[in-house]
T-cell receptor, first 108, second 113 residues
Framework: AQRVTQPEKLLSVFKGAPVELKCNYS??????LFWYVQYSRQRLQLLLR??SRESIKGFTADLNKGETSFHLKKPFAQEEDSAMYYC??????????FGAGTILRVKS | GAGVSQSPRYKVAKRGQDVALRCDPI?????LFWYQQALGQGPEFLTY????????KSGLPSDRFFAERPEGSVSTLKIQRTQQEDSAVYLC???????????FGQGTRLTVV
């Protein structure tokens, strides 16, 4: 079965510090991967998808097939980045398989 | 326009009671998904509709769970004879078609007591 693993439940950094949220996956084919974010009291929303290779709100993520990873990175964390982050992959039929999520806390 | 709307936002049910959770997708969205999110976990897939056709119900945990989308728009997730392990947030998502971004609703938090 396809799996997405986010090893950290909580990541706490100071404002201005670099951020890396880890995501590893297991998938038998060619995966399509995403990062979703949920800010406090808001709905789950798409942050970025690997096929678009965009930088959204300063975040980037590179698919590393050798290491089966899709870590989310930002060079300088901001307080408004505090949220729950979910890594996900698309399985057949367009259904999403999510990791357990990582809470990012950016301290001032 | 409005995003995906779910109602009720919160539901408390006594064990054994039946519940119905409603999802209003974004107008014109063909694809609709239901996910279940237990406390401290990521969302887990329950079922998928394309218009009114339920194409995948492999994630429904038991035959107590039933979903429908009779006119290809509003969808209802019904849980019969609720049990404590059904307590979770139920998320609905819709997308224009199967390969485009899915937009999520706020979810319904179900607590079975």
């Amino acid at each position: 079965a396809q799996r997405v693993t986010q090893p950290e439940k909580l990541l706490s950094v100071f404002k201005g510090a670099p951020v890396e949220l880890k995501c590893n996956y297991s998938y038998s084919g060619s995966p399509e991967l995403f990062w979703y974010v949920q800010y406090s009291r808001q709905r789950l929303q798409l942050l970025l998808r690997h096929i678009s290779r965009e930088s959204i709100k300063g975040f980037t993520a590179d698919l590393n097939k050798g290491e089966t990873s899709f870590h989310l990175k930002k060079p300088f964390a901001q307080e408004e980045d505090s949220a729950m982050y979910y890594c996900a992959l698309v399985e057949y039929g367009n259904k999403l398989v999510f990791g357990a999520g990582t809470i990012l806390r950016v301290k001032s | 326009g409005a995003g995906v709307s779910q109602s009720p936002r919160y539901k408390v049910a006594k064990r054994g009671q039946d519940v119905a959770l409603r999802c209003d997708p974004i107008s014109g969205h063909v694809s609709l998904f239901w996910y279940q999110q237990a406390l401290g976990q990521g969302p887990e897939f329950l079922t998928y509709f394309q218009n009114e056709a339920q194409l995948d119900k492999s994630g429904l945990p038991s035959d107590r769970f039933f979903a429908e989308r009779p006119e290809g728009s509003v969808s209802t997730l019904k849980i019969q004879r609720t049990q404590q392990e059904d307590s979770a947030v139920y998320l609905c998502a819709s997308s224009e078609d199967r390969n485009t971004e899915a937009f999520f609703g706020q979810g319904t938090r179900l607590t079975v007591v």
